[in-house]
């Protein structure tokens, strides 16, 4: 089964009403007619000059980073979500980063050539008037799903030779010893014996790394909208308290970000009183307490699908209680030390460190920890991560933990560099059944974080307009009355 057939191959066929007639495709008459007058409507990709020419300099890089290996990196496919509904297709990074193609089934193949390579894109022929598949194929039938984009139309919009996906197993079955990426079909590995290559994810991800200036103008643009997105939510406070829930909140973030962009960049996290210490609380079915902390962890995913990453936790009510004051001043202060660690030079643990220091001395003093603060951030301690389990930091970028193939030495055992950027998020959760609390401060959960530049002198801070002090965040909740979009 080739690669344009694949999704194609898992959809039942239309039914026609009645079982008893004929389907459609079978009847001349019908398909005849609907081969005929229909105007082409606008195919031409949304895909800007800048994007094209990030794109090209991507590929130039991996191929200066593995000359005279061949690569085959694939888009992939939409999952199925039930009998034949799918998901929304979201193109692999890896993909979109060499590309800026957000076609489905897509593949791109690099052949070495002189001293660098040749790039081909094949893409999926969409299924237009005077093929019966434009009116019975669910998955590319242009009447089912809209203008679909050609070979054509994407090499005019990227600046790439661009082939129809027909033409992909002959090309595959010339090539020896490609690297592989992406997400890979079913017959691309079984017929061409294509495997995913661990050498080809990790040299992407170490390229990925460091972003270029088109990148960082993505990222800029998504941790605008979503500080735009933060402000919407905070707006719909009372709506939630009253009936809408945290539902309420993810699903006006969600538009938020369909709005601007592609979308939230990962689930949306909205966490109301003791659902705020689950670090991944995505189902946001419970009530938004007034009197509770609401964390909210919310990104959104530009059309580009560049992802900004931003946590902050908020009184429901608009101010903080003492207990919950005293809580978000620690975790304030954690993360004023971790963001002092950013800067080019600094070894990436270095603010995992700081913020470490920070919190173990702050929960001896309050006498939570059953060992000296010393023992504690030993190696063979750790006892105050029972309320910090998760990392405190991460790389930003095409995913929310970008860069994630990259070896250790690139990635956690590497010096920070100019043009990174990443996300410094520390926390503090403490579960309502957590007996090892002080009652006053079970159900509690606080997480500050933000999107970080690395410059030539130290960092940007791009989320920098939402306060992390609790004066200041209460400010900013009273400011936002009545700003709606």
């Known amino acids: 089964m080739n690669t344009s057939e694949q999704k194609t191959a898992s959809m039942p066929a239309p039914k026609t009403a009645d079982p008893k007639l004929p389907r459609l495709a079978e009847v001349p008459a019908f398909t005849e007619w609907m081969s005929q007058g229909w105007a082409d409507p606008e195919r031409t990709p949304a895909a800007t000059p800048d994007a094209a020419t990030a794109a090209a300099l991507h590929r130039s890089k991996l191929s200066a980073a593995l000359p005279g290996v061949s690569f085959v990196v694939a888009s992939g496919w939409a999952p199925v979500r039930s009998n034949d509904c799918f998901y929304d297709f979201r193109p692999h990074s890896d993909f979109l980063w060499l590309t800026n193609c957000s076609a489905e089934g897509a593949v791109l193949v690099g052949t070495p050539a002189g001293g660098g390579h040749d790039f081909q894109l094949f893409v999926p022929a969409p299924a237009l008037p005077g093929d019966p598949k434009f009116f019975t194929s669910a998955a590319h039938g242009e009447l089912w799903v809209g203008a679909a984009h050609g070979p054509t139309h994407w090499e005019q919009a990227l600046g790439l030779p661009t082939a129809p996906m027909t033409a992909l197993d002959n090309v595959l079955a010339r090539l020896s010893g490609a690297e592989a990426a992406g997400n890979l079909s079913a017959s691309m590995i079984s017929t061409h014996g294509l495997k995913p290559s661990a050498t080809l994810s990790r040299t992407l991800s170490e390229l990925r790394l460091l972003k270029d200036p088109w990148e960082i103008t993505e990222l800029r643009n998504s941790v605008t909208h979503t500080i735009e997105g933060f ?119 270095d603010f995992h460190t700081a913020i470490m220091e920070v919190i173990a001395n702050g929960l001896s003093d309050w006498g939570m920890l059953p060992v000296s603060v010393d023992e504690a951030l030993s190696p063979t301690g750790q006892h105050h991560r029972r309320w910090l389990v998760c990392g405190v930091g991460h790389h930003l970028g095409l995913d929310v933990h970008d860069c994630a193939s990259a070896s250790y030495e690139e990635y956690q055992g590497a010096k920070l560099q100019e043009n990174m950027v990443l996300t410094v998020e520390p926390g503090l959760y403490f579960h309502k059944h957590d007996e090892m609390v002080p009652p006053e401060l079970r159900g509690m959960g606080v997480r500050l974080e933000d999107d970080l530049l690395v410059t030539a002198s130290g960092h940007e801070n791009l989320s920098d307009p939402l306060p992390i002090d609790a004066a200041g965040i209460e400010a900013w909740m009273a400011a936002q009355a009545g700003n709606k979009a």
């Open 231 to 349: 402000s919407q939510v905070i707006n719909q406070i009372p709506t939630a308290i009253e009936g809408g829930g945290e539902r309420w909140l993810q699903g006006t973030f969600d538009r938020v970000a369909r709005t601007y962009g592609h979308g939230p960049g990962y689930a949306t996290i909205v966490g109301s009183a003791h659902h705020a210490p689950t670090l991944h609380w995505v189902r946001c079915d419970g009530p938004v307490v007034e009197s509770e902390m609401l964390l909210l962890d919310m990104g959104v995913e530009e059309s580009s699908f560049y992802t900004a990453d931003v946590t902050r936790t908020f009184p429901a009510n608009g101010k903080f209680t003492t207990a919950q004051r005293e809580v978000h001043d620690l975790v304030e202060k954690s993360h004023r030390a971790g963001l002092a660690q950013i800067a080019p030079g600094k070894d990436f643990t």
